[in-house]
C-alpha cells in the first residue's frame, strides 16, 4: 500500500502565498491520477484540485480556481499544490490522494489518502 506524506502547511495571513508537497512512498503512483482535498472544522470534505498522471490535465474546485495551481513531478514521486491569494475561507486540513484511475481524481474515486496537514489563514 502506497503511503502518502503531506507537508508545507502552516499559519499565514490573508493574502499571502503557501506550497503544499505529497511525497508518495512508491513510484507506481506516476500512472495514477493525483490529487488535492481540504477539510474546514464543522464541514464536509471537499474537491481542491486533481492532475492527470502526465500532468498535463488539471482540474479546480470553483473556490479555488485561479488562485491555485496543482502540478506533480513524477521523477519524484511528488505532487505540489501552489496556493496564492489565500483567504481565511481557505482554512483547513488539506489531504493529498492518489486516484484509481490515470485521468482525474474526486472523492469517489480516491484510492489512498495522505494524513493531512493543517492550513491556517489568518484575517
Known amino acids: 500500500q502506497v503511503q502518502l506524506v503531506e507537508s508545507g502547511g502552516g499559519l499565514v495571513q490573508a493574502g499571502d502565498s503557501l506550497r503544499l508537497s505529497c511525497a508518495a512512498s512508491?513510484?507506481?503512483?506516476?500512472?495514477?491520477?493525483m490529487g488535492w482535498f481540504r477539510q474546514a472544522p464543522g464541514k464536509e470534505r471537499e474537491f481542491v484540485a486533481s492532475i492527470d498522471w502526465k500532468g498535463s490535465n488539471t482540474r479546480y474546485g470553483d473556490s479555488v480556481k485561479g488562485r491555485f495551481t496543482i502540478s506533480r513531478d513524477n521523477a519524484k514521486n511528488t505532487v505540489y499544490l501552489q496556493m496564492s491569494s489565500l483567504e481565511p475561507e481557505d482554512t483547513g486540513v488539506y489531504y493529498c490522494?492518489?486516484?484509481?484511475?490515470?485521468?482525474?481524481?474526486?472523492?469517489?474515486?480516491?484510492?489512498?489518502w495522505g494524513q493531512g496537514t493543517q492550513v491556517t489563514v489568518s484575517s
Open positions: 512508491r513510484r507506481t503512483v506516476s500512472n495514477n491520477a
Open positions: 490522494a492518489v486516484g484509481r484511475s490515470s485521468a482525474a481524481v474526486g472523492r469517489s474515486t480516491v484510492q489512498t
